[in-house]
């Protein structure tokens, strides 16, 4: 059932499935004896091609040192691939300078980083911050301890029956004049593609900024910051084919300009007295202490790869596996699929079985090969809205099969055989 | 096909034996386990010499917390109190039929194990210690 293999012109790019597995080392490998990995988990990391892996292997070997210190060869390399893979990010998503690109460990530290330093600094008792309901922990509990701290209010758009945001809501809310709106891009439960676009049109009308949260996003579809008008945008390197313990913080210039410095350190200023210190420009001034160094050169691979493959046909071939995979799922009696259709959501599938726990689910997929999450993944609200405690996901990515769609589904029949 | 999935788990899932909740009781004491939501109250009646004369669970749960919870109230009723302090890790286990389990799946067997303790202790305490499991 894979796809034939065949290049077209850029804009009509159909992913080489086979081509691009070859390389992932991961993805040969055997779960047991005879069972074939399927990796049905990328939402929550993504594994990582060779190029990646290579990538951080030669600059380990090769050029590894501190960076923004070393007058030697190697501090020269490892600085310039440092700020290289800003660059790269920077042309990634198309930010108008490079310095509004600061490197963090993870979304959750970027998010966490505006908290602190935009949050503390600008806001005060009594302004509004509006959220969602289908929200990662990560994008709540910052503004949660920030909603303590300075005595703000916090509000959160409602989600749809069918997992949509309930935009009706969201304008009342902006009516109320918030200082920030902060909310995902896609839900990492629901699959749910909100409209960022409009959304940021909208909250600017009242003056509100927008951070989103892009963990989700980016490594699956073309983001274009500008065109989005995103004021703050965090994504991690790790759920798109990079290593973990780099994440990035996109933030506008000006903002950037206003912001006063997130943790303290090295690297952090520009000048250093016993009682005081003068910050370090932007973005430095947000990267204390030594950072990421290889994961960058990591990241930076990762994003060649992704561009080498297109973000549009990796944003096609996943619509094709999601729509499958709700075709099929929907013909299991006693199953329930949770989220939009499949034009209106990327490549996420969270669903629950009557009178099986997740885990159970997860753990006998396990037994065929297929890793999938079970629990509820970072957004306890959602499910409680959605009224279970924790539902089964299935993710896909650019190296996802239909056979393996195929694989899940025929599991999935074998979980309800077993449970009777 | 499956040891985890073993007619006697898959059987006391389906249909427990000690489901329920116990009113009067003499102990009763509900926990979770955050990351999966897994949720059970266990309720024991005692006589006066500390033996158990009765024992149910409630809540909700995946099959393994769920069997063990029901395999666990089986093997306390006319045991003493002072013997339910001393069952541990391989005690649970060994009731469920399970030579081992994954460091995430041992947390839903011992969950049962872990309120049961915590009630008869009556302490309430959130850190029991069961075998080298810290909770």
Known sequence: ?????????????????????????????????????????????????LAVIEAMDKYYRWSNANIHRGVHT?????????????????????????????????????????????GRS???????????????????????????????????????????????TYQRLLDQNPRL????????????????????????????????????????????????????????????????????????????????????????????????????????????????????????????YLEDVGMEAIATHERELVAYALERLATIPGLKVYGPPAEHRGGVVSFSIDGVHPHDVAQILDREGIAVRAGHHCAMPLHEKLGVTATTRASFYLYNTLDEVERLVEAVRKVRTIFG | MDDLYRELIIERYKTPHHRGQLDPH???????????????????????????????????????????????????????????????RQDMLDLLGLEALGPVRIKCALLPLKVLKAGVYGLGQSEIKIGDEEF
């Open chain 1, 181 to 304: 709106v902060a909310f995902t891009h896609m839900s990492n439960v629901l699959g749910t593609i909100n409209p960022v676009a409009q959304m940021v049109e909208l909250a600017h009308q009242v003056g509100a900024l927008v951070l989103v949260d892009g963990a989700q996003s980016v490594p699956h579809m073309r983001i274009d910051v500008q065109a989005l008008g995103v004021d703050f945008l965090a994504f991690s390197a790790h759920k798109m084919l990079g290593p973990t313990g780099i994440g990035v913080l996109y933030a506008r210039e000006d903002l950037l300009e206003q912001m006063p410095p997130f943790l303290g350190g090295g690297d952090m200023i520009k000048k250093v007295q016993l009682r005081s210190f003068v910050p370090n420009e932007v973005p430095y001034k947000f990267e204390a202490g030594t950072p990421a160094i290889a994961e960058a050169v990591g990241f930076a691979a990762a994003i060649d």
């Open chain 1, 1 to 49: 059932m894979e796809r034939d293999i065949y290049m077209r012109a850029d804009h009509l790019k159909v992913i080489s499935v086979e081509k691009v597995r070859a390389d992932f080392p991961i993805l040969q490998r055997e779960v047991r004896p005879g069972v074939k990995l399927v990796y049905l988990d990328s939402t929550a990391t993504a594994q990582k091609p």
């Open chain 1, 74 to 118: 190697l501090g020269e390399e490892a600085t310039a691939l440092y700020e290289a893979a800003r660059q790269r990010v920077a042309r990634f998503i198309n930010a108008r300078k490079t310095r509004e690109i600061v490197f963090t460990r993870n979304t959750t530290e970027a998010i966490n980083l505006v908290a602190y330093s935009w």
């Open chain 1, 122 to 168: 600008q806001l005060r008792p009594g302004d509004l911050i509006v959220l969602t309901e289908m929200e990662h922990h990560s994008n709540l509990v910052p503004w949660q301890i920030l909603a303590v701290e300075k005595e703000l209010r916090l509000e959160f758009v409602p989600v749809t029956e069918d997992g949509y945001l309930d935009l009706a």
């Open chain 2, 26 to 88: 003499d102990i009763s004491y509900e926990d979770e386990n955050p990351l999966c939501g897994d949720h059970i109250r266990i309720d024991l009646r005692v006589a006066e010499d500390g033996t158990i004369t009765e024992a149910a669970f409630s809540g909700h749960g995946c099959a393994i917390s769920q069997a063990a919870a029901d395999l666990l109230m089986e093997a306390i009723i006319g045991k003493h109190l002072d013997e339910v302090k001393s069952l541990g």
